[in-house]
């Protein structure tokens, strides 16, 4: 599949995704003449006739927390997530995985469209919204969309039954879960920050629920964590960066042995460490190039506004004030060099020494708009070695190391053999300079795809040599590659 097919089919797909998610919200407080009504139909229309070119139907279906369009998987980034989250949970309360859509519309009347999306609307209050749906689009004749009831043979994909599900499947569904997750809590932190901003109330219940499924994830297959927390966007930063600390920061809590509990605040913390930014305008966060004193100020006051938001979130007065002090002190530095200057207690908090670290690793690997090139993880390691005892805890930095390893997770390797790869696992050997990796191949006009994966401690049998060693380590930036949807 060439990758220019994929990038045409994923555009088409999310366009259309977002004109059905328009629609369904058009048609509540619209009558049927309204004219941008019309323009959101004609929008569809056009979008479903250029996308189903030599077709005779377009397809649209959900299967493991995911989107696929006329079969090819829709990829997550952070600028598609919400429409993808609505839409998910909008099918999902419908008890139906997707939909056919016949790929002529021009001679559909408009009406019959915008009854599709009434309908798909109203399905919700009835016992079974599916059966109900699938009577009523029968009824008026609305044969040019019909919906997938089941996620079976319709989707095109055979599933496995349970005791026929092989390795690859099972981690295939993790990858899966791990995928939604990530986005579902991509989109609460979202929506927290959103509310904050505009002084409405925001509660953390979704937050919670969110963490808590992170937690038993986590516990099952953290190498996974990590790779999606690889995830680098410019313009979403300061949401998917505090979803990485989140992720990092439980990934090293889960290695000091703390509890479930434990686990679930900690991630809270790391969720909301940077919600003071917020109150920072955007100008200033993205300023390309130096900033002033003033400008310096002013950023350096957003853990103080963290604090102050969390206190005002919707929740348990102690649920709010157990998640409070850490993200205060992410800047605080182990031995109080940082800001703000005020006393939380002789010792910064075991939250506030992770949150710090997890914090300063992941902004110093992100690429940011002002600075498009980012330190590799190992780079970022050792460079973080140099502060151990004074900005950061020394015991927690070393048990942090020994998690990322020497080749961190999402660390670009070029290989003796003239290869790319991107480590994928620590090494199933001893030897940590030897890791699992993906490699990547060039697909057409520098866009890259995946090869096979490979276990850089395998040795050639007949010489005894390994087949593969490591040249050079980078940041996958340096190729423009983002790390985690190789990995995830
Ligand atoms: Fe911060
Ligand atoms: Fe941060």
């Not at 008890?95 to 009406?111: A, E, M, T, W």
């Not at 919204?129 to 009824?139: D, F, G, N, Q, Y």
């Not at 986005?183 to 629920?209: C, D, I, T, W």
């Not at 151990?388 to 997770?409: E, R, Y």
Request: glycine fraction near 6%.
């Amino acid at each position: 599949m060439s990758n220019d097919y994929y990038k045409k089919i994923s555009l088409f797909g999310e366009s259309l995704l977002k004109a059905m998610v328009s629609l369904t919200q058009l048609v509540k407080i619209h009558m049927d003449n309204n004219d941008v009504l019309k323009d959101a139909v004609q929008n569809f229309i056009q979008l479903v006739e250029k996308s189903g070119q030599g077709t005779a139907d377009i397809s649209i279906h959900l299967m493991w927390g995911l989107f696929y369009f006329q079969e090819e998987k829709l990829h997550l980034r952070p600028a598609n997530t919400r429409i993808f989250n609505h839409l998910m949970q909008f099918i999902e309360n419908r008890g139906i995985y997707g939909f056919h859509i016949q790929s002529r519309l021009k001679d559909v009347p408009f009406r019959k469209i915008v009854m599709f999306f009434r309908l798909l609307n109203q399905a919700k209050n009835n016992e079974d919204p599916s059966t109900w749906l699938t009577i009523k689009l029968e009824e008026n004749n609305l044969n040019w969309v019909s919906v997938v009831l089941s996620p079976l043979s319709q989707a095109g994909v055979t599933f496995p039954t349970s005791d026929e599900i092989s390795r690859r499947d099972e981690l295939e569904m993790k990858k899966a879960q791990v995928r939604k997750s990530y986005s579902y809590l991509l989109g609460a932190v979202q929506e927290v920050a959103g509310k904050v901003s505009s002084n409405q109330p925001a509660g953390m219940r979704k937050s919670v629920r969110l963490v808590q499924k992170m937690v038993d994830l986590i516990a099952e297959d953290e190498p996974l964590f990590l790779g999606i927390s690889t995830l680098r966007i410019f313009d979403d930063y300061t949401f998917v960066h505090s979803l990485n600390v989140a992720i990092i920061s439980m990934c090293l809590g889960k290695r000091i042995g703390l509890s479930r509990n434990t686990l679930e605040r900690l991630g809270l913390c790391g969720l909301f460490h940077d919600l003071g930014k917020v109150e920072i305008p955007k100008q200033i966060l993205n300023k390309q190039g130096m900033l002033n004193e003033e400008e310096h100020k002013l950023i350096k006051t957003h853990s103080m506004h963290s604090a102050r938001l969390i206190l005002k979130l919707k929740s348990k007065r102690e649920r709010r004030t157990r998640i409070l002090v850490p993200p205060l002190e992410h800047h605080m530095g182990y031995d109080h060099s940082g800001y703000p200057k005020v006393s939380t207690g002789s010792r910064i908090s075991l939250f506030g020494r992770i949150l710090t670290i997890a914090d300063v690793y992941d902004a110093i690997t992100s690429p940011r708009i002002y600075r498009p090139s980012a330190m590799s993880p190992d780079k970022a390691l050792s460079h973080m070695t140099s502060q151990s005892g004074t900005h950061f805890d020394p015991i927690l930095l070393k048990v942090f190391a020994n998690m990322v390893g020497v080749c961190p997770i999402g660390t670009l390797l070029k290989l003796d053999t003239g290869e790319t790869g991107i480590v994928m696992k620590p090494s199933k050997s001893d030897d940590p300079k030897r890791p699992i990796a993906q490699l990547i191949i060039q697909g057409a006009k520098q866009t890259y795809e995946k090869g096979v994966i490979v276990d850089l401690s395998e040795k050639d049998s007949e010489t005894g040599a390994y087949r593969r060693s490591i040249l050079e380590r980078m940041h996958p930036s340096s190729m423009r590659i983002q790390a985690a949807s190789f990995l995830v």
